[in-house]
């Protein structure tokens, strides 16, 4: 019985601190103490300077190879593209409308990596976890772009032809990735930064989480629950369920163990990201049926997550 209580309140203290933040966004963009502009500005320095700031500084005082997984990556996007081609298999079968097809298949397999997956990864393993977090992240974001990109286009009968030169140069610019290249080769070459500039980057990196959780608890609508339908609870049951349990398992059959596999849950049964939304309404996307998705996958993740959690840590997986 010790050990059951014990692990639900390892599994408490993960999971639930980060969703009190979010719906803590929710309550004040109701009360309207935070606005669309607040939301807007914090997003952006969250995206261009704090979270590069943090996966810097998380990166290059650790040991990379400590936290170099070959077998996780591989796994991972190996197992996001084949996860994306089942998706897109069945989706032709049972979607037929062009803008929601791709908005489903986008809504069921990206992960918010760069907030809640990390997150999440911290508040279990400390500074290590969200290093290896941060190199997952660096292997799949450009991945979760080219095959969201592939799958609201290729969906859309207008048979416009997709610009992969501005999706490559895109990721290539992506501030994220950027922070992260930097920050292997520098800690591979065991380059020192005085502290000056480290404590300054400690600084951007405290402010990060706490406000892009809040931004995203403000972004959320009770409007787009209202307007959910079953292609919703579809999406969101394969994001927050069948994909993380599937790939998990699979994980486990490949030699994946321990903080590696914790992490790689973490990831991949995060909600889905709300860059989503924004894809899905500028490429021509039912943007009301990605809305709905993200948060059904929020709301429904705190049991998710915790869940699986607690079901890894009972079988001393993780």
Do not use: C
Not at 86 to 110: A, C, N, P, T
Not at 196 to 202: A, D, I, P, Q, Y
Not at 203 to 217: Q, R, V
Not at 301 to 312: D, E, H, Q, V
């Amino acid at each position: 019985m010790n050990l059951y209580f014990d692990t639900l309140l390892f599994t408490v203290e993960i999971t639930v601190p980060i969703f009190m933040i979010v719906f803590l966004g929710a309550f004040l963009r109701r009360i309207n103490f935070i606005n669309e502009d607040f939301i807007e500005i914090s997003s952006r320095l969250v995206f261009n300077i704090t979270l590069p700031a943090l996966l810097f500084t998380s990166i290059i005082k650790l040991d990379v190879s400590q936290v170099f997984d070959p077998l996780q990556i591989v796994f991972s996007v190996l197992g996001t593209i084949g996860v994306f081609a089942l998706l897109w298999w069945l989706s032709g079968v049972y979607i037929h409308e062009g803008d929601r097809r791709g908005v489903f298949v986008q809504g069921s397999f990206r992960s918010n990596l760069g907030i809640t997956g990390l997150a999440l990864s911290a508040n279990m393993y400390g500074d290590s976890g969200l290093a290896m977090a941060s190199l997952l992240m660096a292997a799949l974001t450009p991945l979760y772009n080219v095959l969201s990109v592939f799958a609201l286009m290729a969906s859309d009968r207008k048979g416009e032809p997709i610009n992969w030169r501005g999706i490559f140069l895109g990721i290539a610019r992506n501030p994220l990735i950027l922070s992260i290249s930097i920050a292997v080769l520098f800690a591979h070459f065991n380059v020192e930064l005085p502290d000056v500039l480290m404590k300054t980057g400690s600084y951007f990196s405290a402010m990060t989480l706490p406000l892009a959780l809040l931004s995203i608890g403000g972004t959320l609508s009770l409007k787009a629950l209202s307007k959910a339908s079953l292609l919703s609870l579809v999406a969101t049951l394969l994001k927050l369920v069948a994909i993380p349990a599937l790939l998990t398992v699979g994980a486990l059959f490949a030699g994946v163990r321990g903080e590696a596999l914790g992490i790689m849950f973490l990831m991949f049964a995060s909600p889905t990201a709300a860059v989503s939304f924004v894809m899905s309404r500028a490429m021509g996307g039912d943007s009301e049926l990605a809305a709905s998705i993200i948060l059904m996958t929020t709301l429904g993740s705190l049991l998710s997550i915790s869940a699986g959690i607690f079901i890894l840590r009972i079988l001393q997986l993780i």
